[in-house]
Every structure is written in C-alpha cells, then in structure tokens.
C-alpha cells in the first residue's frame, strides 16, 4: 500500500509539537499503516495531509486547508450520515479503509475526544447492505503452503507486502479456507497441486485474499485484491488454537488447512478493528469499541472481536462435487453475460431464479457452482423438486411464504456484531412469524427432503416473543432517541415514559389555563431544542402579564416568558425523557445480546428456509417451462429434444436436438456453419448435466445421463497481453489442462480446436487431440470443427462419429436450420455469413470470386465444374482410395480426385506433402 496512507511525508520536526487530536491521527495511521484511516471529527470522517489529497480526488468533494501549530496542511472530509457511498468509491481505487470513530461523549470529555478504529473495510469483508452490491456470498479467501519456509513461525515476523507471497510459488500441499463475513458461510479445503485450488478459486470467486509465506499470490485473478497481514497469524500452535476457539477439535489433520482457517479468523477478527499485530486469542487489544451512537454495545465496547456469527465450519473435498472451473463457468455462462441483448436473462443462474429470497439466492448460486456427484443425493432433490412441480397450490404457497423472508444470514451476523438496529430486529421477528406457517403448507408433504425440512424447521418461537415484547411495531432508525423499545418491557421504562406523558399532557392543558387567568387570547405555549417550553405574549398585551412571569427570550414583537411551575415540569419531563431514552438503548442493547446468542439456530433456520426456496425455484422453472425429471446415473448420455435453457428465452424460435453418446459412440465430430447452432447444441449438452446434478429438472421431453465428474470447456477464447500470452497460447494452455485431468467420466467441449495456427498445423493438433482423448482418456466430447477433413477421423477410431448442423440453400440463399444430424457438414458457408453480417456486397462478391479461383468452395473441396458437381450439396468424400463414385453416384470420380482422396494429409511429412503436390500438379497439367 503506498506510504502516504501512513504517516503523512511532512509531519512536525518533533512529535510531541501536534496538537493531541492529529498525533491521535498519526498514531492510527503508524498501527493501520496499509489502510487508508478516516478519522471522525464530528459529524465527518477526515483525511488530513496527502491521505486527504487522495480522498478529495477519489470521492470528488472540496480540498480545504486546516492550521495549527505545526503548520498548514490539507484535510477534507465525508458526512457520516452517508459514508458508505464514498467508502465504496475507495474500496473500488484498491484502497482499504479503516474507520475511526469517536469513542468518547463529547460533551463529557474536557479534552481531546478518544478515537478507535472499529472496523477495516475491504473488499472481502463488507458487511454493510449499502456495500453489499447483491444477494451473493462475498467470499474472503486465505492460502497456505506447506512447502519450504511455510511456516511463519520460523521466519520473519515482518508483514509480507501486498501479499505478494514471499517466499516464491511454493510447494504443496496447500490450505484453502474461505469465510464470508456478512452470512457466516466458512469452507476449508486442501490439494496438493496448484491447479486444484485455482479450480476452487475459479468456483468461489473471491473478493479479497491473504496469502501465507510460501504459497504463490498470482493464483487469484485479476478482480481479487491481495491483502497484507502478518506473517504470524499464519504460525500452526497460534492457528490451531484459534481454530479450535471457534469451532471445537475438528480433527483437521492438514496443517496447512489449519493455518489457513486460523489465519483468515485472524484477519477477519482484525477488520471488526481487532489488534492489526494478530495477537493473542481473546487479549483485550482485539476489543471492538464504538462511539456515541453507534451499535457496539450498552456502554459502546464489545468484549471482544470474536465472530460470535460464524457458520460450523464445513471441511470439503473438492472430488465430492461436479468441478466447474473459472474457465467453465465462462463458458457456459452460468453466472455472467458474455453479451447483453436487452433485458433477457442471459445467464444460466437468471434463468433459474424463481427465488423468493436472498437465502434462496445464495443457494442457488451455491448449488449451481458445486453440483453433487452422489446419485442418491441427487435424487433426493430431485423428489422434492418432482412433488411441488406436480402440487401447484403447495408451491404457490410457499412461494408466497418465503416472499416474506428477510435475509436473516446477514441480519444475525450485524446483530452479533453489535451493528443491528430496532428495524433489523423486527424483521428478524417477521421472518419467524412466517415458519409456522411453512410447517404447516409441509404438513402433508411426502418426499423424504421436505419432510426432513420440516421437522428441522425451527421457529425459534422464545426469539420471536422476545423480540415482539420489547421492540416496538415500527421503531425509529436512530437508536439513542428512544421509539424503540415497548414501554411495558421494562417497569422503570413505564414509569419514565408515564411521568414524560402525564408533564406534556399537563402543557398541553396549560395554554387554555393561561389565557383564562389573564385574558390575553393570543397567548401561546411552545417548545424549540434550545430554549425549551416558553408562554408567548405580544408586545402590545405585555401589561397583562402576571408578576409569576419570568422573561426567557425577547423577540421583534413579543417576548417569551417561565413560570416556576413551568419550569419545574420542564425540569421533570427533561429528565424522565433524557433517563428513558438512556434506559431503552440499554434495554435494546440487552435484547440484541440475547438474540444473538441463537446465532447458531439462526443460521440453520436461514440454510433450511433456502434450501426449500431451491425446491420451489427449480419446481416453478421446471412448470412453467416444460422441464423434464432426468435419470441420473445410467450408463449412457441420452436426451431427448434437449434444449439451451438461456438461449430458448432469448430467442422467438428454438429447435430442440437429441444428443446420444453411449460407450461405443463418445466422441462426436461437430461441423456446419457458423450461426447454425454447433456451439449452442455443444453448451446445452453440459448444461443438461450441471443442472441435473445441481437438482434441477432439465429442458427435454427425456433425460437419462450420467454423472459426470467434471465439465471442461475450450470454447471461444481471447488473448492475455498483461500475461504476454496470445490467443492462440491461452487455447493451447486450456487445451493442455483437458488432456491431463480429463477423466472417462467428465464431459469435454473442444470448439475451433487448432484454428489460432496455419491450416496444416491446426489440422494436425486436432487429429492428435482427437486420437488421444479416444484412446487414452475415454470423456464424453463434443468437438466442434471447421477442418472438415477432421470428420475421416470417424472411419479409423471406433468411438468417434460425426454430427451436422443442416442448411438449406434455396435460389442462392442459404438458411441455417438449426437441426443436428448423423454425418458430416458440406460447408462451412463463410461467405454466406459474412453476407448475413452485413459485409458489403462488393466484398462479398470479390471473396467469392477468389474462392472460384482456388478452384475450392468454401470447405476445401473442388468448386463446381463443367460435369455439374455442386459443393452446396452435402457430400462427404470417403477415405477409402478405391472409391468410384462421389456425391452419392452421381458422377464417376476423376482420376485427379481418387489421387486427392487417396492422400492422408495428417499424418504426411513436409517433404512427402511436397512431393505429392508436385506429382498432382504434373498430372494436372498433362
């Protein structure tokens, strides 16, 4: 982080010269030296020196000038009341931002007003609704290497910049842990190669991330901030122990696991504004502490900056669920939008969200990145999902049930942190009051995953009574003016507000009385915050004033008077209010104290109630878009008018496609031209699978497939300049991930394999590709192609067949029909596209022109000639030399031609290649 967020370049020749406020000022920058330090002065959050140079430019507010006695130097500043909005625009340049509040009353301290940082803000640790862009899990991940120098606590204890991992790329085996701060979600994994874990960063899709001594920092992409921490939260004992605070013994044998959960508590624990010097478990320096008004605590300080919220944390092996890797995810665009066609939805995720809430949300996003490989887990979703397909009513309820859910996951975890208001608790409340009610709509429910769900349904009936006898209906925002808690809760809090009631009652009363005793009709009581309650009497009545008047406040045309009776009710109701405002945040801070001693039941109540919002999703998709039950776990990959589920929404017209592999057919050669549907045809194959093995029912009038262990894609690709790797080097590198980790039970999608090189050498990359995922790894492929000398493939290796996409070309014109067929295509129809395009005609006419002159259409094949062959037809020319007849027998094959067709070009030397071409010319020329 650059220094200048430390301390400021240009600083008092001495110490001890600043003034006490802006030595507290440098003091939190020294301790938060790689955070960017917002200090509040007020009602704002100050930057001072170059650190407020940066604030001014980031955020676009006014650069002012601030003097004292060591000088002039620079400040600006953002309203409190709406930080949130300008903290994102920092958290979006790279910085992370520690927020320093007061800690102190002001009114109360006759010095300088004590400061605290109470919480780090980063990418990966947001908590706050106004950050939190979506309903989606915001992971901060951790990464440890158990390779040389691993260990911190056998190296220096200096922070390690930028998280660069110092160290080197490191060896394995490694520890992944990742926690989202605002629900409490907290996953460990561990693999011994690299590749696995980008696999798993791929899948989770971290914000932010520290890294360990020894483990590689350019594993995370480009979108994830690498943040520092110290190296001895990393150290195994200090680790373990915190793990353990946490979650019990879990018996986690991995060290580097350990010490990657232990170090992202620690760091967690540090953005809650715990010791940013990771020390000890439950030392007083991780106390959490707040100012005048905010949520910490009944005197403002938690105990401690533990995360009382956090989920049980959930070992996993990565083997236990279908691998989507970031590549993958791209791909088939599960999750983001290659392209935007207006307002449809473009992603998989969009086309299935039928979810009633953000706990629904969250786990479908959870369901689709990690779909399982266990058949009868599989199948125990997919009953839940067939039974609220087939009951409309049930699922219209719950639908409607669910609607009403708040995010209670995020909501527990502010009310653990001391961050929940009145507001947040009521709609904890709301959210119980719908449980019974989803019991009851469970009542006769007969998949066994439904009435699992609803015999754990938990209403936490105590919290909700809690919560109903001391919150009021509709509370104030502001948690220190009173409106929050019900009188009646607390008999002291009845009391106060009684004596407030009955002093206002009697004021109100007192005007009529007034202007009665003396007979001035226009006589006013009023109130203002700085005068308090006065009697107002216009200049020309002041005669009639009694003696018992006293003179408050003299105006342009009246003057405002006490009585002392008046002012002992004044005194009274000051008094009763002041002490009940005092009394209700103490009695809410208490409240808020017990509810968040049920976390835990809390947060099984949210994964229940999301996991019944996936049921109703997937059963309201699978209705109203003709969704069919797959068969999961048979021995073929069999659909029936399969269709894409994204690109059947986008478009006025789709024709669905059957898709068959089975143990002696795997390996399908795609070919057609582009536009005809060969890339849609290949996504809705994986797709079928990922939504299968997530829970879901698939688009087709039948589906038997399966279980697939992983999707591979090399489908599209661009180049990586910052990386220095072109596009062609990217393919090649995706296509070398495919041929080591592809397995016989992973569906592989090859598109364009071979097609960033010369024609020769694509060719020649694609065969081999070809015979070595037939022969050596056996997958389920779809392999897409224009070298349509690729499709003899088919007559050498049993398991490979080739696949067509038809066309019809009707008075020159040529309409693409999107229908897959045995066999292989004629043409690629390039030219035919580019028109389509929209490429002038003129350029169009000339590309033709040229292809006539090759003496080739536009597959490679001889033109027309005089004895009416036409390349528009779709034929395929056999592999066999000995072949007599072309097209299907409708000319004898030319002398030239059986010469061409005889020749194996993928598996000829340069020299023969050579030699072959002079011996073809010269027959030609004779």
Request: some cysteine.
């Given at each position: 982080?650059?220094?200048?967020?430390?301390?400021?370049?240009?600083?008092?020749e001495?110490?001890?010269?600043?003034?006490?406020?802006?030595?507290?000022y440098?003091e939190?920058?020294?301790?938060?030296?790689d955070?960017?330090?917002?200090?509040q002065?007020?009602d704002?959050?100050?930057?001072f020196?170059?650190?407020?140079?940066?604030?001014?430019?980031?955020?676009?507010?006014?650069?002012?000038?601030?003097?004292?006695?060591t000088?002039?130097?620079?400040?600006?500043?953002?309203p409190?009341d709406?930080?949130?909005?300008?903290?994102e625009?920092?958290?979006?340049?790279?910085?992370?931002?520690?927020?320093?509040?007061?800690v102190?009353d002001?009114?109360?301290?006759?010095?300088?007003?004590?400061r605290?940082v109470t919480?780090?803000?980063?990418?990966?640790?947001l908590?706050e609704?106004?950050?939190?862009?979506?309903?989606d899990n915001?992971y901060?991940?951790?990464?440890?290497?158990?390779g040389?120098?691993?260990d911190?606590?056998?190296?220096?204890?200096?922070?390690?910049?930028?998280?660069?991992?110092?160290?080197g790329d490191?060896?394995?085996?490694?520890?992944?842990?990742l926690?989202?701060v605002?629900?409490?979600?907290?996953?460990?994994?561990?693999?011994?190669?690299?590749?696995?874990?980008a696999?798993?960063?791929?899948?989770?899709?971290?914000?932010?991330?520290?890294?360990?001594?020894?483990?590689?920092?350019?594993?995370f992409?480009?979108?994830?901030?690498?943040?520092p921490?110290?190296?001895t939260?990393?150290?195994?004992?200090?680790?373990?122990?915190?793990?353990?605070?946490?979650?019990g013994?879990?018996g986690l044998?991995?060290e580097?696991?350990v010490?990657a959960?232990?170090?992202?508590l620690?760091?967690?624990?540090?953005?809650?504004?715990?010791?940013?010097?990771?020390?000890?478990?439950?030392?007083?320096?991780t106390?959490?502490?707040?100012?005048?008004g905010?949520?910490?605590?009944?005197?403002?300080v938690?105990?401690?900056a533990?995360?009382?919220?956090?989920?049980?944390?959930?070992r996993?092996?990565?083997?236990e669920y279908?691998?989507?890797?970031?590549?993958?995810?791209?791909?088939?665009?599960?999750?983001d939008?290659?392209?935007?066609?207006?307002d449809?939805?473009?992603?998989?995720?969009?086309?299935?969200?039928?979810t009633?809430?953000a706990?629904?949300?969250?786990?479908l996003?959870?369901?689709?990145?990690r779909?399982?490989?266990d058949?009868?887990?599989?199948?125990?979703?997919?009953?839940?999902?067939?039974?609220?397909?087939?009951d409309?009513t049930?699922r219209e309820?719950?639908h409607?049930l669910?609607?009403?859910?708040?995010?209670?996951?995020?909501?527990?975890?502010?009310?653990?942190?001391?961050?929940?208001?009145a507001?947040?608790l009521?709609?904890?409340h709301?959210?119980l009051?719908?449980?019974p009610?989803?019991?009851?709509?469970l009542?006769?429910?007969?998949?066994?995953?439904?009435?699992?769900?609803?015999?754990h349904?938990?209403?936490?009936?105590?919290?909700?009574?809690?919560i109903?006898?001391?919150?009021?209906?509709?509370?104030?925002?502001?948690?220190?003016?009173?409106?929050?808690?019900?009188?009646?809760?607390?008999?002291?809090?009845?009391?106060?507000?009684a004596?407030?009631?009955?002093?206002?009652?009697?004021?109100?009363?007192?005007e009529?009385?007034e202007?009665?005793?003396t007979?001035?009709?226009?006589?006013k009581?009023?109130?203002?915050?700085?005068?308090?309650?006065?009697?107002?009497?216009?200049?020309?009545n002041?005669?009639?004033?009694?003696?018992?008047?006293?003179?408050r406040?003299?105006?342009?045309n009246?003057?405002?008077?006490?009585?002392p009776?008046?002012r002992?009710?004044?005194?009274?109701?000051?008094?009763?209010?002041?002490?009940?405002?005092?009394?209700?945040?103490e009695?809410?801070?208490?409240?808020?104290?017990?509810?968040a001693?049920e976390?835990e039941?809390?947060?099984?109540?949210?994964?229940?109630?999301?996991r019944?919002?996936?049921?109703?999703?997937?059963?309201?998709?699978?209705?109203?878009?003709?969704?069919?039950?797959p068969?999961?776990?048979?021995?073929e990959?069999?659909?029936?008018?399969?269709?894409?589920?994204v690109?059947?929404r986008t478009?006025?017209?789709?024709?669905?496609?059957?898709?068959?592999?089975d143990d002696?057919?795997?390996f399908a050669v795609?070919?057609?031209?582009?536009?005809?549907?060969?890339?849609t045809?290949m996504?809705?194959v994986?797709l079928?699978?990922?939504l299968?093995q997530?829970?879901?029912?698939v688009p087709?009038?039948?589906?038997?497939?399966?279980v697939?262990?992983r999707v591979?894609?090399?489908v599209?690709?661009?180049d990586?300049?910052?990386g220095?790797r072109?596009?062609?080097?990217?393919e090649?590198?995706?296509?070398a991930?495919i041929?080591?980790?592809a397995?016989?039970d992973?569906?592989?999608?090859?598109d364009?394999?071979?097609?960033?090189?010369?024609?020769?050498?694509g060719?020649?990359?694609?065969?081999?590709?070809?015979?070595?995922?037939?022969?050596?790894v056996?997958?389920?492929?779809?392999?897409?192609?224009h070298?349509?000398e690729?499709?003899?493939?088919?007559?050498?290796?049993?398991?490979v067949?080739?696949?067509?996409?038809?066309?019809?070309?009707?008075?020159?014109?040529?309409?693409?029909?999107?229908e897959?067929?045995?066999?292989?295509?004629?043409?690629s129809?390039?030219?035919?596209?580019?028109?389509?395009?929209?490429v002038?005609?003129?350029?169009?006419?000339?590309?033709?022109?040229l292809?006539?002159?090759?003496?080739?259409?536009?597959?490679g094949?001889?033109?027309?000639?005089?004895?009416?062959?036409?390349?528009?037809?779709?034929?395929?020319?056999?592999?066999?030399?000995?072949?007599?007849t072309r097209?299907?027998?409708?000319?004898?094959?030319?002398d030239l031609?059986?010469?061409l067709?005889?020749l194996?070009?993928?598996t000829?030397t340069?020299?023969?290649?050579?030699?072959?071409?002079?011996?073809?010319?010269?027959?030609?020329?004779?």
């Open positions: 982080m650059d220094a200048a967020l430390g301390a400021p370049a240009k600083m008092a001495r110490e001890e010269d600043l003034t006490p406020m802006m030595a507290q440098f939190l920058c020294r301790e938060y030296d955070s960017l330090v917002l200090f002065v007020g704002f959050y100050e930057a020196c170059e650190a407020a140079e940066r604030v001014a430019r980031i955020c676009e507010i006014t650069l002012t000038k601030r003097e004292d006695s000088g002039e130097y620079a400040m600006s500043g953002i409190i709406n930080a949130e909005s300008y903290i625009r920092l958290l979006e340049s790279g910085y992370r931002v520690a927020v320093a509040d007061q102190e002001p009114d109360e301290v006759s010095g300088v007003v004590d605290a919480r780090v803000v980063t990418p990966g640790t908590t609704d106004e950050l939190l862009r979506s309903a915001n901060v991940a951790c990464l440890t290497a158990d040389p120098g691993g911190a606590s056998t190296r220096d204890t200096s922070r390690a910049g930028g998280g660069a991992g110092a160290g490191g060896d394995g085996p490694y520890g992944l842990a926690l989202d605002s629900t409490g979600d907290c996953y460990a994994t561990g693999a011994d190669r690299l590749d696995s874990i696999d798993e960063l791929g899948r989770f899709a971290p914000a932010e991330a520290i890294v360990g001594p020894a483990a590689p920092a350019d594993v992409d480009g979108d994830c901030m690498v943040s921490y110290e190296r939260a990393f150290d195994a004992e200090r680790a373990r122990e915190r793990v353990e605070a946490y979650f013994d879990l044998a991995d580097a696991e010490r959960c232990g170090a992202l620690a760091y967690a624990e540090y953005t809650r504004g715990g010791n940013p010097d990771a020390g000890d478990i439950g030392d007083d320096s106390a959490e502490v707040a100012g005048p905010s949520t910490a605590g009944d005197d403002g938690d105990d401690t533990t995360l009382d919220y956090i989920n049980p944390l959930t996993y092996d990565p083997r279908m691998l989507l890797d970031r590549v993958a995810l791209e791909s088939l665009e599960l999750f939008r290659r392209a935007v066609h207006g449809r939805a473009l992603t998989l995720v969009d086309a299935l969200d039928e009633a809430c706990l629904g949300r969250r786990k996003d959870d369901w689709l990145r779909p399982l490989l058949e009868d887990r599989i199948a125990a979703r997919h009953d839940a999902v067939a039974e609220l397909t087939g409309v049930l309820d719950l409607d669910l609607d009403d859910v708040y995010d209670i996951e995020r909501l527990i975890s502010r009310v653990a942190r001391g961050r929940a208001t507001r947040d009521r709609s904890l709301d959210t009051a719908v449980v009610d989803v019991e009851a709509a009542a006769d429910a007969d998949s066994a995953t439904l009435v699992e769900l609803r015999e349904l938990d209403p936490l009936t105590d919290v909700r009574e809690l109903d006898e001391a919150i009021q209906r509709d509370p104030d925002a502001d948690l220190t003016e009173g409106g929050i808690v019900e009188p009646d809760f607390d008999e002291e809090l009845a009391e106060l507000r004596t407030e009631r009955e002093g206002k009652a009697w004021i109100d009363d007192l009529a009385g202007r009665e005793r007979g001035i009709d226009s006589l009581v009023g109130h203002t915050s700085v005068h308090g309650y006065y009697i107002e009497v216009t200049d020309p002041l005669d009639s004033v009694p003696d018992d008047y006293q003179r406040q003299t105006l342009k009246s003057e405002r008077f006490v009585t009776e008046l002992e009710r004044e005194d009274e109701i000051i008094r009763a209010e002041d002490r009940a405002d005092d009394l209700e945040y009695l809410f801070c208490a409240v808020r104290r017990d509810v001693e976390s039941r809390v947060q099984a109540l949210a994964d229940r109630l999301a019944l919002d996936v049921f109703v999703s997937f059963a309201s998709v699978a209705a109203k878009f003709d969704y069919t039950r068969a999961v776990g048979a021995d990959f069999e659909v029936a008018a399969g269709r894409h589920p690109v059947e478009e006025e017209r789709f024709v669905p496609n059957d898709a068959h592999f002696e057919h795997f795609v070919t057609g031209p582009n536009m005809s549907g060969k890339s045809y996504r809705q994986a079928t699978s990922v299968a997530a829970g879901s029912f087709a009038a039948e589906a038997r497939l399966p697939v262990d591979f894609t090399r599209g690709a661009s990586d300049i910052a220095g072109s596009t062609f080097m990217v090649m590198t995706e296509l991930d041929l080591t980790n397995t016989e992973s569906l592989v999608l090859l364009e394999v071979g097609r960033g090189t010369s024609t020769a050498d060719l020649a990359i694609a065969r081999a590709v070809t015979e070595h995922v037939h022969d050596e056996g997958a389920t492929t779809l392999f897409a192609t070298h349509h690729l499709t003899a493939i088919a007559d050498d290796l049993s398991g067949f080739n696949l067509h996409f038809e066309t019809e070309r009707t008075d020159g014109e040529v309409a693409f029909e999107h897959v067929a045995p066999g292989a295509a004629a043409a129809y390039g030219i035919e596209v580019a028109k389509l395009a929209g002038p005609a003129e350029v169009v006419d000339r590309s033709r022109e292809l006539g002159e090759s003496g080739s259409d536009e597959r094949e001889p033109a027309a000639d005089a004895n009416g062959y036409d390349p528009g037809e779709n034929v395929r020319v056999s592999s066999t030399a000995d072949e007599e097209g299907g027998g409708d000319r004898p094959a030319s031609e059986r010469k067709v005889a194996d070009v993928a000829m340069p020299l023969e290649a050579m030699n072959a071409l002079a011996e073809l010319k010269e027959s030609l020329d004779e």
